[in-house]
């Protein structure tokens, strides 16, 4: 009786999936233009769903249906157990045919051909959805934030930039010195995007000099996720894991130091053109020394500076870059620190100062399901990466430093620049549901009566457009250095 009920329940589920219909996902669609970011949330979640539909490897509907074979086969079991038949073995025959009954629903049930091609289309229209996402700002810490609106050209930039066949790349231009110099000889106009700096910079009335202009290029990282085994009602639910971990093939120095002396150099124009008085920096500290010294160098080809940023479930890695000539202050646990304090003072009563300016890019845009139990997230832990440019602060937070008395700016959001710069492609990680020895212990898990736990590690590769990114980044830099320029422009 229980087994034909089964029976009955497994084929219900089989006639519902075959009637269900599933619409094809388009990469962009006309609707598109006006979707909010609780909508885009949505849609990249229908996509990831679709995606995990036609993942050859274990799905999320072969894990129900295979809970549910488990769950017959142990129906079946039980009553061979209880009959007394095989004496104390009964129990290992129930958890044994359980687990024999779960992997061959999951061998029958493996996606078919078009549910793999929905599958590439999804991880194309996802693409798309983290590329708009970051171009309005989304974010994952306030669903109920709308998003930048973006003007019809700019939709149709992010949109159009690589575009192609569905589960195909698109050719990127190669990343060269002779290809950014070239960029950046152009015009490049502002970001027109706010910048919500906050907090106050006290230098009304005083002479000032630049002390460093720091600029932070994100060249790797990671984002993870986890669920806790839990047990309630009989039931075990395993442990689940996920992470992504993404890093540029090979970062290019030259680029990047190209960029800087350009954001340097547009930054100095501004303050020309601003009317803002700045005294030159090597001629300040000739005569009246410094509260911090500037002795440490930026990232050279031969000795390259890096710093991380870890926030728990996200880990950033940034390369650091100073204008060429440039070094740079020291930096501890507490950013600056107190430095020189009898030139701190002789700072103040002399109506002097020194400015410290750092920025930073970061090039992902990152998701994370976060911790929690499984028990309460059945659909396990969950993890997200897409190329997606921002203008952030620096890891210590604060993107300009008065040294006398310490008064600072904050870059309260982080700032997208609208537009597609770089692929993210798989090359390599590790899937437990991959790997023959940890199956094998599943099942050992299985036949014991406990949840097997899951693991998987994505390694992704970051492949950046010579001829989107300079000229992406260096707006999204000019874009800074206008709003910090006006700030320094309001200070009287």
């Not at 002396?261 to 601003?274: E, H, I, L, S």
């Amino acid at each position: 009786m229980r087994v034909g009920l089964f029976g009955m329940v497994l084929a219900f589920g089989t006639a519902a999936a075959t009637a269900q219909t599933v619409t094809e996902p388009q990469r962009v669609k006309p609707a598109d233009a006006g979707m909010d970011c609780a909508v885009i949330a949505s849609e990249n979640k229908a996509m990831a769903d679709l995606i995990t539909a036609g993942d050859p490897t274990r799905t999320a509907g072969q894990a129900v249906a295979g809970g549910t074979a488990n769950v017959g086969g142990q129906l079946a079991g039980a009553v061979v157990a209880q009959s007394g038949m095989f004496g104390a073995f009964g129990g290992l025959v129930s958890k044994l045919t359980g687990s024999v009954a779960q992997q061959q629903v999951e061998q029958r049930l493996a996606p078919d051909a078009a549910a793999q091609q929905r599958a590439a289309l999804a991880r194309d229209r996802q693409g798309f959805l983290n590329a708009l996402a970051s171009a309005k700002a989304c974010r994952a810490d306030d669903p109920s934030f709308a998003g930048n609106a973006l003007s019809a050209d700019e939709f149709q930039r992010v949109a159009g930039l690589g575009a192609g066949p569905a589960g195909t790349t698109t050719a990127l231009a190669p990343l060269s010195l002779a290809q950014t110099q070239t960029a950046l000889a152009e015009p490049v106009a502002p970001l027109a995007a706010t910048f919500p700096l906050q907090g106050d910079l006290k230098l009304a009335g005083r002479r000032y000099y630049i002390a460093e202009f720091r600029v932070l290029f994100e060249v790797g990282g990671r984002v993870s996720a986890n669920t806790r085994a839990a047990y309630l009602g009989g039931n075990n639910y395993g442990a689940t894991r996920s992470t992504i971990r993404y890093a540029l093939a090979q970062p290019d120095v030259a680029v990047m130091q190209a960029i800087t002396d350009r954001a340097w150099a547009d930054f100095q124009q501004r303050v020309a053109a601003a009317g803002v008085k700045i005294e030159p920096r090597a001629n300040f500290v000739a005569q009246h020394g410094e509260v911090y010294a500037a002795t440490e160098p930026a990232t050279t080809a031969a000795a390259p500076v890096t710093i991380d940023q870890n926030l728990g479930h996200t880990e950033r890695k940034y390369m650091v870059f100073a204008p060429t000539g440039m070094t740079l202050h020291s930096r501890g646990f507490a950013g600056l620190g107190a430095g020189n304090l009898s030139k701190r003072m002789e700072f103040i009563k002399g109506q002097m100062d020194g400015l410290s300016v750092s920025v930073a890019v970061n090039i992902a845009a990152l998701e994370t399901s976060g911790s929690g139990s499984s028990l309460f997230n059945r659909d396990g832990a969950s993890t997200g990466a897409g190329a997606g440019m921002t203008v952030v602060s620096p890891p210590d937070g604060v993107v300009a430093q008065v040294h006398a008395d310490s008064s600072s700016l904050r870059l309260a959001q982080p700032v997208a620049v609208p537009g597609t710069f770089a692929r993210m492609r798989e090359v390599g990680g590790y899937d437990t549901t991959k790997d023959g020895v940890a199956r094998s212990m599943q099942i050992l898990s299985n036949m014991a009566g406990v949840a097997a736990n899951n693991s998987k590690t994505v390694d992704m590769q970051v492949d950046l457009d010579g001829l989107a990114t300079p000229r992406m980044v260096l707006q999204g830099l000019t874009g800074f250095n206008q709003a910090l320029v006006e700030k320094l422009a309001a200070i009287r």
